[in-house]
């Protein structure tokens, strides 16, 4: 989340009059994030999130994540649920932006998580591939391995600019993981594919809802499995915290129990969310709009983790014995 696009208080008051929400009482900015444009309101009615879509995000791809809300949240996810205006539609226009106001999730998301947040999360996500499986929209990954050669592209003149020999780097990594070595034959279904920690809420240690559907997708399980130990299993010096990788694979596997062959491939998927995100976040520190109220997120620390999942043999050094059981 973020603000990119400003809203005057007028125009949102005049938007808000197509919707059953009450009287406009006070409204705000939120800076987390880097993809839309988002508001907390506050009406007389309650409290809802405005996103104005921007940047990655086709508008041809969100009747998917509104679609996608209901159907989880339908299915025991909790998670926002679009609101529908006066007209039964819940997609509109803003400041000539696609617009969509969602239902309010109460909870803090985690600055510095531990492994009880990670085992939330890892249960959580589980769920949330379960609750998908019967999702009957479909989607592609626009992120995955063909997607990643044009970021690259995109960003690879100035990319030594940011570290020197970085364009090396990358480059050497996207010809391995496109070379044939990326997996094609493990489970798919509905992926969220961007489950950092301010995308989930807590209420003390339990989770109290998943937020931010908008690069959910149909890929690969594990991948998301794979994000998820990029993000929430790293210590803030980037050192891996195989404590937390542990808590987090455990507690997917009690809800929903890896195959072996999704085991033996998490290190090549580990290292393709690795280069995605950073790739993503190079593209983004490189070209910010001018007088966007939003703080780049630093690319290079997908550059650590990356190495360090070169590193890794097996899904043992996550903390997970492979084909053995789950406990």
């Known amino acids: 989340m973020a603000v990119y696009t400003d809203v005057a208080a ?10 059953d929400l009450g009287e406009l009482l006070s409204y705000k900015g939120i800076a987390e994030g880097v993809e839309n444009t988002n508001f907390l309101l506050h009406t007389s009615h309650g409290s809802f999130i405005l996103t104005l879509y921007e940047k990655r995000v086709a508008k041809s791809d969100l009747p998917f994540f509104l679609a996608l809300m209901t159907h989880l949240a339908e299915h025991g996810v909790t998670c926002p649920l679009p609101v529908k205006a006066k007209d039964g539609e819940a997609l509109h226009e803003l400041q000539g932006r696609p617009a969509a106001i969602i239902t309010f999730l109460e909870g803090i998301w985690p600055r510095k998580p531990n492994a009880v ?4 999360v890892g249960e959580g996500l589980a769920r949330m591939h379960l609750a998908g499986a019967n999702f009957a929209i479909k989607r592609a990954n626009a992120l995955s391995v063909a997607g990643w050669r044009p970021l690259f592209d995109a960003a690879a003149d100035r990319a030594d600019d940011v570290q020197p020999g970085l364009r090396a780097f990358l480059s050497a990594e996207l010809d391995y993981l496109s070379g044939g070595v990326w997996p094609t034959n493990l489970p798919e279904g509905v992926i969220h594919a961007d489950l950092f920690n301010d995308n989930v809420f807590f209420l003390g240690d339990k989770l109290s809802g998943i937020i931010d559907f908008t690069f959910a997708c149909n890929d690969m399980l594990a991948y998301d499995v794979a994000i ?3 993000a929430w299993c790293f210590e803030p010096d980037h050192s891996f915290n195989v404590t937390k990788a542990r808590a987090f694979l455990n507690a997917y596997g009690r809800v929903r129990k890896l195959s072996e062959a999704e085991e033996a491939a998490l290190p090549l998927l580990a290292r393709g969310a690795a280069i995605r995100f950073l790739l993503t976040r190079l593209v983004d520190w490189l070209n910010v709009p001018p007088g966007a109220l939003v703080k780049p997120k630093d ?29």
Do not use: I
Not at 304 to 326: E, T, W
């Open 10 to 19: 007028d125009e949102l008051a005049d938007f808000l009059k197509q919707y």
């Open 228 to 230: 998820c130990l990029n």
């Open 117 to 120: 947040h990670c085992a939330g």
């Open 299 to 327: 690319p290079l620390e997908y550059a650590r983790k990356l190495r360090f999942h070169q590193s890794v043999s097996s899904a043992r050094d996550y903390g997970l014995m492979p084909s053995g059981p789950v406990a």
